[in-house]
C-alpha cells in the first residue's frame, strides 16, 4: 500500500507533531496527542496540573484521551519542542543525558535533583533546550505513531502505523487482543478492532517493538472508544430450528470459524474498497443490532449484513483473497471464509450451494457460491460479515468508508 493511503477511510490521521507556539497571554487549545499525560502537558506549557484540571473541569487526570481538546490556562508560556523527557522503564539518568548530548549534572540542575538514582518510570524530565536530540518523543526504536481519528466507534476498525529507527517486529495490544503489524520501509502498519458490544471508555493501547537483538520496547496511549449506532431485533425461530442455539452447537462452530479468520499474515492482498457480495444489494438486517431470539435476553448481537436475496443469488469475492474455508456448518449453513491478510477475513453464510474449494485463490468478482436458506435462518438471504483477527465488524465501513 503507498505511504499515505490507509484504504479504510478513518478521518485524518493524529499527527505526532507538537503544538506550534502561541503568545503568552493567550488561551491556547491543545489536542491530546498519543502518550501524553497531564503533567507532561502541563511541564510543555510551563504550567500545572491543577490549572488544566481547573480550565477543563476534569475529575480524574489519568482519563483523558488522544484526540481530546484542551483548553490550556491564559498566561502559560509556549511550548518549545523537545523540553521534555518521560522517564522509560530501565532508564537512568546517565542514559538520558548521552540520548540529549547533555550532562547529568545539567539534569539534575535543571530538575532538581538531589541524587541521579532517584527517577522513576513516568516522571517528566526537561531536557536543556539546546540538546540536540531533544525533539525525539518516543523510546528508540520509535520515531513516529499515527492512529486513527478519535474516538474510536464501537464495532469498527483504526488504523495504527508506526516509524522506525531500525528494524523491529512491531505488536499492538488492545482490549485483550495481541495485533502483529505488518511491516513496512518505515516500520510496521494495520488495523485494530472495536467489538460491538465494547462498553464506551478510555483504554490503554500498548505498541511493542521487538529489536533483532531480543530486546522489547513498549508505550502506552489511550483510545476512548464511543457507542454505535446500533438497534434491537427480536426473532422468533421455527421450531425446527430452536436446537441450533444449543449453546455447545455454537461454541464448537465458533472455534472452527475463529481457526480459519485468527491467524495473521502479512499479506495484505486487498487494495482499495471492498464491494458488495450481491448484486444490487439490499440491507434487511444492519450489522451490530442487539438481538434476542424467542423472547430471551438481549445479549448477542448481529455479527455482519444480512442482505436480501433469493436461493440461487450469485454470491461474489468483494476483494481478493485466499478460500479458508468452504463447506456447510450446522448454526451458518453452508458456508466460505476468505482471508484477506493482516488478520483480517470475510465470511458467507447461508449458502445453498459453494463454488470454490478451501485454499483456493480469487480475485475480486469472483464466484463463491449461491444465496440459500440453510442453517440458522428465517428465510433466503446472504449473511456477510467481516473479521479482524477473528473480532465482527461492520461491513459497511469497508465499502462506504473506503478510499
Known amino acids: 500500500m503507498a505511504r499515505g493511503g490507509w484504504g479504510i477511510r478513518m478521518g485524518l490521521a493524529l499527527s505526532l507533531a507538537l503544538a506550534r507556539p502561541a503568545l503568552a497571554q493567550e488561551p ?16 510543555r506549557f510551563g504550567t500545572t496540573v491543577s ?26 508560556s509556549a511550548p518549545s519542542p523537545g523540553r521534555i523527557h518521560i522517564v522509560q522503564p530501565g532508564e537512568t539518568l546517565y542514559r538520558i543525558a548521552l540520548r540529549y548530548g547533555t550532562t547529568v549534572a545539567r539534569l539534575m540542575a535543571l530538575n532538581n535533583l538531589n541524587s541521579p538514582n532517584w527517577i522513576f518510570a513516568g516522571q517528566v524530565l526537561r531536557v536543556p533546550e539546546e540538546a540536540p536530540g531533544a525533539s525525539t518523543v518516543w523510546p528508540s ?13 464501537q464495532g469498527r476498525v483504526f488504523p495504527v502505523r508506526v516509524r522506525l529507527s531500525e528494524p523491529a517486529a512491531l505488536e499492538a495490544a488492545f482490549l485483550g487482543v495481541n495485533y502483529p503489524l505488518a511491516p513496512t520501509a518505515e516500520g510496521g502498519e494495520g ?40 438497534g ?21 462452530e465458533q472455534e472452527k470459524v475463529l481457526a480459519a479468520c485468527t491467524p495473521f499474515e ?95 485463490r480469487v480475485k475480486a468478482g469472483d464466484l463463491l457460491g449461491y444465496v ?6 428465517t428465510g433466503a438471504h446472504l449473511h456477510w460479515e467481516i ?3 477473528g473480532i465482527p465488524v461492520d461491513p459497511r465501513q469497508w465499502v462506504e468508508g473506503v478510499e
Open 28 to 43: 491556547v487549545r491543545y489536542t491530546v496527542q498519543p502518550g501524553d499525560t497531564l503533567t507532561r502537558i502541563a511541564a
Open 51 to 76: 490549572e488544566i484540571e481547573a480550565a477543563n473541569g476534569l475529575t480524574n487526570p489519568n482519563l483523558i484521551y488522544v484526540g481530546q481538546v484542551l483548553l490550556i490556562p491564559a498566561g502559560a
Open 141 to 153: 526504536p520509535f520515531v513516529e505513531i499515527e492512529v486513527g481519528a478519535a474516538p474510536a466507534i
Open 191 to 230: 488495523l485494530l478492532a472495536v467489538p460491538a458490544m465494547q462498553a464506551p471508555g478510555v483504554y490503554p493501547l500498548a505498541l511493542t517493538a521487538r529489536r533483532s537483538d531480543g530486546q522489547t520496547v513498549r508505550v502506552h496511549l489511550q483510545v476512548r472508544v464511543a457507542a454505535g449506532p446500533y
Open 232 to 252: 434491537r431485533e427480536a426473532i422468533r425461530l421455527p421450531p425446527d430450528r430452536q436446537s441450533l442455539l444449543d449453546p455447545r452447537r455454537i461454541r464448537e
Open 266 to 360: 502479512p499479506e495484505r492482498r486487498w487494495s482499495g474498497p471492498f464491494r458488495y457480495p450481491v448484486a444490487n444489494p439490499e440491507v434487511t438486517s444492519p450489522f451490530g443490532t442487539r438481538r434476542s431470539y424467542n423472547g430471551g435476553p438481549y445479549t448477542s448481537y448481529h455479527e455482519g449484513l444480512d442482505l436480501r436475496g433469493t436461493v440461487g443469488t450469485s454470491v461474489y469475492a468483494p476483494a481478493d483473497g485466499v478460500v479458508a474455508f468452504a463447506g456447510p456448518l450446522v448454526v451458518r449453513g453452508n458456508a466460505v471464509i476468505l482471508r484477506h491478510g493482516w488478520g483480517v477475513c470475510s465470511g458467507y453464510w447461508h449458502l445453498s450451494a459453494v463454488a470454490v474449494q478451501t485454499g483456493q
Open 372 to 377: 440459500g436458506n440453510t442453517g440458522l435462518s
Open 387 to 389: 473479521r479482524v483477527r
